[in-house]
């Protein structure tokens, strides 16, 4: 699927251009079909790609074909005995048994996966590395057309992005937010540079650093908020970030955590320590876009931060499964 312009992120230091997306149709002997997507965000961004999902998915179907869909625990289970790790191939077989699980029940699936919070998700915007000037154009692009919520990616040299963060903020709305994702791009050094250099701004950063060690040793030097996202993969890593205080909020991508049965672990585990959720796919159609919302509704206020999607405002369709 062709983006419609370029992509930079991680201070420019990746481009992207064009996703490669899997659709999944599991159907049942009572007529019901359920429907998955699995798009990685290219090929660089994180350990998943396109074909993977595939070879993926063709390893793990003969393993799961006759059991009962809406027992996901159980078709996980019979993912991991056949095929360890690569959850990024077992997310649209998980959550097309969910929407199936839905339909059976006649349930949308924000309902069926512990209840539909009543009040609308914010969606964020997501500002592609560039200057100052460039990123606020975009913002305000985003701004006419009702968006509160922005994610502005940095990452690049430390004096640029120090420009970057107080010119955005010097330029942001009262009732705005902004979040500055680094997606990793950060040293320690660097990490410890900006957000000290920017001290006396109220602002967020994501995933600051590689690895959880890195953030860390981050959150130990600095006071500002860090929401970890990229590695944030299993259940025991949302252990690991509760336990030793790494972030204060996590972003949930569905594909990349394995689905929505392993998201839901995560996200009971982060309102028990009252860490605020984001939910995201790593990219796709609406299809993604919709797993994303019924999710994200399930997530009480005020730990629900976000979606990514392309509009302002969702609500969850009321009709069983994912809806139309």
């Given at each position: 699927?062709?983006?419609?312009k370029?992509?930079?992120?991680?201070?420019?230091r990746?481009?992207?251009?064009?996703?490669?997306?899997t659709?999944?149709?599991?159907?049942?002997?009572?007529?019901?079909?359920?429907?998955?997507?699995?798009?990685?965000?290219?090929?660089?961004?994180?350990?998943?790609?396109?074909?993977?999902?595939?070879?993926?998915?063709?390893?793990?179907?003969?393993?799961?074909?006759?059991?009962?869909?809406?027992?996901?625990?159980?078709?996980?289970?019979?993912?991991?005995l056949?095929?360890?790790?690569?959850?990024?191939?077992?997310?649209?077989?998980?959550?097309?048994?969910?929407d199936?699980?839905?339909?059976?029940?006649?349930?949308?699936?924000?309902?069926?996966?512990?209840?539909?919070?009543?009040?609308?998700?914010?969606?964020?915007?997501?500002?592609?590395?560039?200057?100052p000037?460039?990123?606020?154009?975009?913002?305000?692009?985003?701004?006419?057309?009702?968006?509160?919520?922005?994610?502005?990616k940095?990452?690049?040299?430390?004096?640029?992005?120090?420009e970057?963060?107080?010119?955005?903020?010097?330029h942001?709305?009262?009732?705005e937010?902004?979040?500055?994702?680094?997606?990793?791009?950060?040293?320690?050094?660097?990490?410890?540079?900006v957000?000290?250099?920017?001290?006396?701004l109220?602002?967020?950063?994501?995933?600051?650093?590689?690895?959880?060690?890195?953030?860390?040793a981050?959150?130990?030097?600095?006071?500002?908020a860090?929401?970890?996202?990229?590695?944030?993969?299993?259940?025991a890593?949302?252990?690991?970030?509760?336990?030793?205080?790494?972030?204060?909020?996590?972003?949930?991508?569905?594909?990349r955590?394995?689905g929505?049965?392993?998201?839901?672990?995560?996200?009971?585990?982060?309102?028990?320590?009252?860490?605020?959720?984001?939910?995201m796919p790593?990219?796709?159609?609406?299809?993604?876009?919709?797993?994303a919302?019924?999710?994200?509704?399930?997530?009480p206020?005020?730990?629900?931060?976000?979606?990514?999607?392309?509009?302002?405002?969702?609500?969850?369709?009321?009709?069983?499964?994912?809806?139309?």
């Amino acid at each position: 699927m062709p983006l419609s312009k370029p992509y930079w992120l991680s201070g420019g230091r990746l481009k992207f251009e064009v996703l490669d997306s899997t659709f999944v149709r599991v159907d049942t002997d009572e007529d019901l079909s359920g429907w998955g997507e699995g798009c990685p965000w290219g090929n660089t961004y994180l350990p998943a790609h396109g074909p993977g999902i595939r070879a993926g998915i063709e390893t793990m179907a003969p393993a799961i074909l006759g059991m009962d869909p809406r027992r996901t625990n159980h078709i996980n289970q019979a993912m991991d005995l056949t095929l360890p790790g690569h959850l990024y191939a077992k997310a649209p077989l998980d959550i097309a048994c969910w929407d199936i699980a839905g339909q059976a029940a006649g349930l949308p699936i924000a309902d069926l996966m512990g209840g539909c919070y009543p009040t609308p998700t914010l969606v964020a915007s997501s500002i592609s590395t560039g200057t100052p000037q460039e990123m606020l154009a975009e913002i305000e692009g985003y701004r006419e057309r009702g968006y509160r919520v922005h994610s502005a990616k940095v990452g690049a040299d430390t004096v640029e992005d120090i420009e970057r963060v107080r010119f955005l903020e010097a330029h942001r709305n009262q009732d705005e937010v902004i979040f500055y994702d680094v997606n990793r791009a950060w040293t320690r050094a660097e990490a410890v540079t900006v957000m000290n250099a920017v001290v006396d701004l109220p602002v967020t950063f994501e995933q600051p650093c590689e690895t959880l060690e890195d953030c860390l040793a981050v959150r130990r030097l600095t006071s500002h908020a860090i929401a970890i996202d990229e590695r944030l993969d299993t259940l025991a890593d949302m252990t690991r970030i509760v336990s030793e205080g790494i972030g204060e909020l996590i972003n949930i991508k569905i594909n990349r955590v394995g689905g929505l049965t392993r998201a839901a672990r995560i996200r009971d585990l982060a309102l028990a320590h009252d860490i605020g959720i984001s939910v995201m796919p790593t990219g796709g159609t609406v299809l993604a876009d919709t797993d994303a919302i019924h999710f994200a509704q399930t997530i009480p206020d005020p730990y629900r931060l976000r979606v990514w999607s392309c509009q302002d405002m969702i609500t969850v369709d009321p009709a069983p499964g994912r809806g139309a």
